[in-house]
């Protein structure tokens, strides 16, 4: 399984995705990589009412009778599920990437062999993740709501999924590989290897699956924050779906930023002029003090600017995509005109969203 371009439907869920090409130790490489929260992270838009039932934190103590007992209604466990699910989406990505990166250090051989003259130290960019979304999961997938195919996607991609985020947690917290003659990462790669392809489509399909089902949640979610006039919610719930918009159209012409001079701009021009309707709308609604008050908000700034970031970030990249010019990739971070660079500013506005309307 190699590395994809994973920003489709994602409101970034594969967002700020590390697309670094530097080197260094783990320790730098973190300091340089883009900061990602624990996402709802970016995930398909947990914008637009992705909220956890609070009542229901607990999933592995809740048969369907104990739903009832604790007052769990139906809509609260199809809620929870679904958030958990796109929890679980974004520790796939991660492993996929994760994946990515590790065999541009590496050799995909089932023999372990490093790939010379990459300047990457083993381990690069490689990130621990802990299963307990996923055990969590597991137990979800046997109880109601049915999500159907979902629900057997989870349980197929356990084994794999489990094995390749404890290496590579195994993989984040040891750097000393060298001193044994790479020794106990020979024994990493025979479970990377192993389990790389066995993920394969099953997460691709897993995750294409949550991004639909987000694009479909969150205009229901929306239609109904604007019919009860919750304008500035909307608004950057809406403003934040453009963003996405933008990503899968690029997805949808095979465009990413080793190819972005190829990218029609006829539909992004489209999305960026809506976008700045809507960041209008928003700026609008939160000058209205009765708004604010109607939405419980004391800050009539609540996006700091992050907002009108997105517009400038989506103009830096059309500009780049006309210029006949290649972003610079190679040195750490995301440059300024680079798809990557908006998914990343995208990312942050999901998770400003997240902390304003969620949590």
């Known amino acids: ?206 995750v294409e699956a949550i991004a639909e089902m987000s694009i479909v949640r969150t205009q229901e979610e929306e239609n109904r924050l604007k019919e009860e006039g919750m304008l500035i919610n909307y608004y950057a719930s809406r403003a934040i779906s453009i963003g996405r918009e933008v990503l899968n159209e690029a997805s949808a012409q095979g465009v990413g930023d080793e190819n972005l001079n190829e990218l029609d701009l ?6 960026h002029d809506e976008l700045v309707e809507v960041v209008a709308d928003f700026d609008a609604a939160t000058a209205d003090n009765d708004q604010l008050i109607k939405e419980s908000l004391s800050n009539s700034r609540p996006f700091d600017g992050l907002l009108d970031g997105l517009i400038d970030a989506l103009e830096w990249m059309m500009k780049q995509a006309e210029s006949g010019e290649l972003p610079d990739m190679s040195h750490s971070g995301a440059p300024l005109g680079s798809m990557e660079h908006f998914s990343y500013v995208l990312g942050q506005c999901i998770d400003r969203y997240n902390t304003v309307f969620v949590e």
């Open 1 to 206: 399984m190699r590395r994809r371009n994973l920003t489709k439907g994602m409101a970034i869920l594969l967002i700020a995705a590390c697309m670094l090409s530097g080197c260094g130790s783990a320790a730098e490489e973190e300091e340089q990589r883009p900061k990602r929260k624990g996402r709802f992270k970016e995930a398909p838009q947990d914008a637009g009412g992705a909220r956890r039932a609070e009542e229901a934190e607990n999933p592995e103590h809740m048969g369907n009778e104990e739903q009832a007992e604790d007052g769990i209604t139906p809509e609260q466990m199809d809620l929870l599920k679904y958030n958990y699910y796109v929890e679980l989406n974004n520790d796939i990505i991660d492993v996929m990437d994760s994946v990515g990166y590790y065999y541009e250090v590496v050799d995909d051989t089932e023999e372990f062999s490093l790939l010379p003259d990459t300047g990457l130290t083993y381990g690069y960019c490689i990130y621990g993740k802990n299963t307990d979304i996923l055990d969590d999961c597991l137990l979800l997938a046997d109880m109601e709501p049915d999500f159907g195919e979902m629900d057997h996607m989870v349980k197929e991609m356990e084994e794999p999924l489990r094995a390749l985020m404890e290496t590579f947690s195994a993989i984040s917290n040891n750097h000393d590989y060298a001193e044994n003659q790479y020794q106990k990462a020979k024994e990493y790669h025979a479970v990377i290897y192993a389990n790389a392809g066995a993920l394969g489509e099953t997460g691709y399909e897993f």
């Open 266 to 271: 006829a539909e992004i021009r489209k999305l």
